[in-house]
């Protein structure tokens, strides 16, 4: 486990889309696509029926990693949303988790400046949600 783990560090680098994923999850993937191809390549049906269960079972594990990865990130989002200081808080959130929002390049705060379109995407939000940063924006 530690050897893939060791392997997968050099890929978390990389800009993902979702911000949710980690290491765990890929390898999680990588385990459960390969035990759909072995049990996809068998030709007996009794030993194609047992591999069959056992992917279903590290499949039912690696959905429901991928939703508890999801709530975790989402919490963590708010948390840190979510703080008496909301200006500050903003600031911090685009420091802390600029892959939220795209890649790193557009995104590029200097000394309390941010680049147009970081602040195009916030003029549009709903009031409700994010009322303390759309009053902030507009």
Do not use: H
């Not at 060791?6 to 990389?14: A, C, I, L, S, Y």
């Not at 890929?26 to 992917?55: H, P």
């Not at 989402?74 to 008496?84: P, V, Y």
Request: glycine share 4%; proline share 1%.
């Amino acid at each position: 486990m530690y050897a893939l783990k060791q392997g997968r560090e050099t890929k978390q680098e990389k800009q993902e889309n979702a911000i949710w994923r980690n290491t765990e999850l890929e390898i999680l993937r990588g385990k459960v696509r390969a035990l759909r191809r072995r049990f996809q390549a068998t030709g007996d049906q009794d030993l194609r029926t047992k591999r069959e269960i056992k992917y279903k079972k590290e499949l039912a594990t690696y959905t429901s990693r991928i939703l508890l990865a999801k709530q975790t990130s989402f919490r963590k989002l708010l948390d840190s949303i979510l703080k008496t200081n909301t200006f500050g808080a903003f600031y911090n959130l685009i420091k802390e988790r600029v892959s939220l929002f795209g890649e790193n390049e557009k995104y590029k705060v200097g000394k309390w400046r941010i680049r147009k379109e970081f602040q195009r995407q916030y003029s549009s939000c709903p009031e409700a949600t994010y009322s303390k940063i759309c009053r902030w924006n507009s």
